[in-house]
């Protein structure tokens, strides 16, 4: 039996090691032997490959991929949108499956918060069989019940992956919290997620955007993806000159809706000025628990707010992200466009730290290709 | 001309002084002179008192009244619901204008966040003519635009003043943060803005209640409002022990809905908790800016909530207060029963202490009644 | 192996014929054996008979049942709900399963209009393996995926039944057209779905609730589950005159939700008029195809309506009946009382007949009582 | 004092005449004296003119205008967004009034309905001082209460009018039957109603919209509205034949949402099959009662519709669609040019001719243009 490469995060901070595993083989029923050909590299990587957030290890890393159908376990004949399925398709799938049995699944109409919830890339020991896992590996073995699309021939692998979990976590977002056209918006941040949030505003109609970021060539994206201004958090240092350069775009009394896509906690205190009292404050970005912040809760009353959280999202946002990039030809290539670092398996870590250091657009990795294609 | 009594609020933490103010006469276009029958002391008012908010002085306090009309203005002929208005009618009034023009009350359908909004009994200095603008008086002059309501005669002032502005507080509060029926709730707090709070879920179909707080006596009228269960305060005295004891009802996730109803900002931390993932956290009670806690938004992310803020509320909502009264007699005498202590005018500042220190239920002030009524 | 007798129709508005299926033994993975204490006689099974809906024959009616399990298959270990599934523990189960993988289930989120959505006691033949799928049988096997719920020790079989399909399908109803506490409502048809809507109607917080329909035992039966007014249709013959009856209650504009619970197609015509401008008309009663009416949708648009649809229920919706009925004492006892006539299975023909004479209340069949229990 | 010119209907279906009124002079408390720039003809207006709405004869047609304003009465210093109002801005003004103090204005949130409303060019008799009333003239007397809207620089009068009503009520339209962007939307029509609601929907985030109508140069407009596919009913006779069309694009369930601009009753019956179960349906084009349909109300409960109706609009949708003119430079250009036939006033009933004869695309007057302007 042939052997399958992955890169393996083995302790926190350490270089990610290129091993092997056996191939799975055939698949059992349901499942889905899948030929990785896009890796996404997304900023919840580089926490994880940081030690913060709780994951088992060894641990093969990448929860935003697409691939290409090797083999398919009995049973499996159809994607998630019921659309026929074939060795030699390409696919994505949602990272998460919710079991639909629980609390969270059938009483209450939270699937993200379902109570035994896995996420490839995130949640499997790579010591388990079958190791296979995550995005970081030249094949991926993905569980019965995994919500698979078949990507339409229009949608390049990378567009997708170069709009990633973003967008779909963007998706996600606008549904719990949902935008009327003609909307005014501030989006605080502008990477990945913040940039998601913008592409989605824009489509949904929003009047004016708002992105508050950096640095530079994040702003020109921002603007490219559709915000109406950009406020660079390099040249305005203080709350108040931001707040000023905001209002201005929107009006004295601040934007319907603001959309926190940062991640630091103390972005609520800066974003949560910005709306106008009514509005909505969509907290998106507070994924890692980075820890307390001061916070006047008179404000939620006085200001008659509404903070909404949203966490991950379902097979039905994927769905709709490719939709969108199906539809979108401008979004489609502008999200393909927007990655700048391609790496062979090989070079993993590099792909990591490269992503970690934050200078360039989105990272991938190219598990099946050889090294030279960097 | 004769004159009118009224306890001015000449400096923060003093007595309240009887003064006379000149009789109006004869009012205005639109305007209503009004014998006040009753004026409820909110607890609001203490915060008053105590100089917490940043009101005019001197001040005659009381902003939820109802009296009976002396005199109508030209072209006053109907109330807020268009029933005809005549001399010696028993009525109530919201107890703010909102202005319907400005960018709240017009682009944005939040009219108490109107930006001119001034409230009888806290925004009117009484050193201005009229200055009859408050409940502790004899008499209130109400200015044209005023949400007058006449009370169905099924409906004692009583009952009403004794549900007070808690109840149409609460009303709007579950207007922004509607409740499902068959919905678990928890309703932080049993003061007025808690006990009105219980009293609305159940009518609108909760499944279980639970009420945090105390003393004893409160405790009891909380489930004698519709209350399934209480926890007193002064005997669970952790937030572990208190959450054990909402959950034992509610079940391991928590309520669908949670309600703040404290005011003190503390509850937001031990509240959020006791709110199921995905669920409604309803911020009714930071009315006052009592400061900063520290808090974590990464919750708001990771539970997927929705902080929902509400303030004040809407001339409709005083009618769907007066009809409740009116259709629900359970509750009409329940709220009526609620006051405990009656005062004449002339004893105004014993009835504010009294409430201050939170011995009884209701405290009112029957201005109108000679000193003996006690 | 022992047989089990069942109760089939085998030809339209012919009796019912007792027959004798071989027992099922033991059930597959994820199915259930359960013996049925108590089958409704649902309006519906009336229709059925008559051949107004297409069915396959022959059929063992029963949609509306519940029993004691007497057989888990392999896996089955909880209900929907979660909880622990034994022998002898008293169940219900949801009439129909969707399949949760089609456009309507999954991109939609209408799993009522599931593309292959069969119920029990419907859809199907009773001459396939194995036979007993419908509740006028000794024993019914469940299949993999039925959505079975245990029923609390306080909810006796007959309470459930008593409220029957109609509950869940009010709460369905409601759950697409939701109330808001305070709202007016008119409920077309004393029927047991018009029962039940005004059950819930109720308890959501409605303020007025009239009534229409009939005879005067179903009024009185409408009265007591909290209908304000009734009218009878039998006294007030012209629609201009229950028009009146029905305003004088809810005030010169009409209901802000009229529902539809009659069938009739004309009840339409009736209807849309009772509701206010605005307003919504929630269109329970049209299950059958009882053809056209003669309509003017010129009046939706004028009047601002929203005509609202409802199929069926889900799993939620029975298990919020449930809920309901564990915790509304007195909403229990008077689904209980409502049944009025109990047949052996012997006399399943008799029992429907007794439906469909629209005499009494509830008929249910007792299957495995005997023959002298009626 | 000088005197102004009016087109005057005095009789159905006979041509306007040309009438002089003497001039108002200075406008009372509240009221406003504008020179009518634009004024659009409505298809309402041919309505009016063939005495199909009861309306008061003689009067001056015109219910959607633009103009300069010469005299603002004492006290209207603001517009109805709060921006200065002074004499010669260039001003539009929504066509009705509401109270503000009625059933459906306070009580029910349904200014539409409001029990007085009454609309410039429509309700008032022109035998009544001060009889300019309506667009069809030099000038216009505005009442106190108008919701004036003082035009940004950067939106010519002609843009605002090419949209016409159109816009504002297919604006209200979406209000009341909100699309979720990457929804399918079938238009049935495209009349100026239509053409709006392809705008808007397209401007929401609709994923694929398809138009159904005629003749030629309407598709075309369609088209480049933002249609993706639209179904020629000139080419396409049979309700089968369309059908098929238009699931070929949106699939083969139906569109999530449909929304009628037609007018003719027969539409709904074509249009209820071309939506999805659960979908809704916009019946956004029945302003005029045109009879009866045999129509079958089982459809709403089995495909569990929602059949929303919308009449007319709120300042609130006048401001709505001003911004997005302003802001949207492609739909204000588009907008702009869809006026193809300029008259001056003494041709106004050669201007409402060819309106009715449907042949080209809107026509506008000009009154105070001299006649060469044509």
């Avoid at 499997?124 to 993905?142: F, N």
């Amino acid at each position: 039996m042939s052997s399958v490469s992955a890169a393996v995060l083995e302790k926190f901070e350490q270089p990610l090691r290129l091993t092997t595993f056996p191939d799975p083989g055939n698949p059992g029923a349901g499942e889905a032997l899948v030929k990785v050909d896009v890796a996404g590299i997304c900023g919840t990587d580089v926490h994880l490959w940081l030690g913060q957030l709780p994951i088992p290890l060894p641990n093969v890393l990448g929860h935003e991929s697409a691939g290409t159908i090797e083999k398919l376990g009995a049973g499996l004949e159809r994607d998630w949108r019921g659309e026929p399925l074939r060795v030699g398709d390409r696919v994505t799938w949602a990272s998460s499956i919710a079991c639909g049995e629980c609390y969270y699944c059938r009483l209450k109409g939270q699937p993200t918060r379902c109570l035994t919830r896995k996420a490839y890339g995130i949640s499997y020991c790579a010591s388990d069989p079958p190791h296979l896992r995550g995005g970081y590996a030249q094949k991926i073995l993905l569980r019965a019940g995994t919500a698979l699309f078949r990507l339409p021939d229009s949608v390049p692998s990378e567009a997708l992956i170069g709009a990633g979990c973003a967008l779909t976590t963007a998706i996600h977002g606008f549904d719990r919290a949902p935008l009327s056209w003609g909307d005014n918006v501030v989006v605080q941040g502008t990477g990945p997620v913040g940039l998601a949030a913008i592409a989605v505003a824009r489509v949904a109609g929003a009047a004016r955007i708002v992105a508050i970021g950096g640095p530079k060539h994040r702003l020109h994206l921002a603007k490219s993806f559709g915000a109406d201004a950009v406020v660079d958090i390099a040249e305005l240092k203080t709350l108040e000159q931001r707040r000023e350069a905001v209002l201005a775009v929107v009006g004295p009394y601040g934007a319907d809706q603001v959309v926190e896509c940062v991640g630091y906690p103390d972005a609520v205190n800066e974003g949560v000025p910005l709306c106008r009292d009514g509005g909505q404050y969509l907290v998106l970005g507070q994924y890692a628990d980075a820890g307390n912040i001061s916070f006047n809760p008179h404000t939620i009353t006085r200001k008659q707010l509404r903070m909404i959280g949203s966490w991950g999202f379902e097979p039905r946002h994927v769905d709709r992200a490719i939709r969108l990039l199906e539809q979108n030809t401008a979004l489609r290539d502008q999200f393909a466009r927007g990655i700048t670092h391609r790496f062979p398996l090989a070079q993993a870590d590099e792909a990591l730290q490269t992503a970690r250091a934050w200078a360039g657009g989105k990272v991938v990795i190219l598990p099946n290709e050889e090294p030279a294609a960097h």
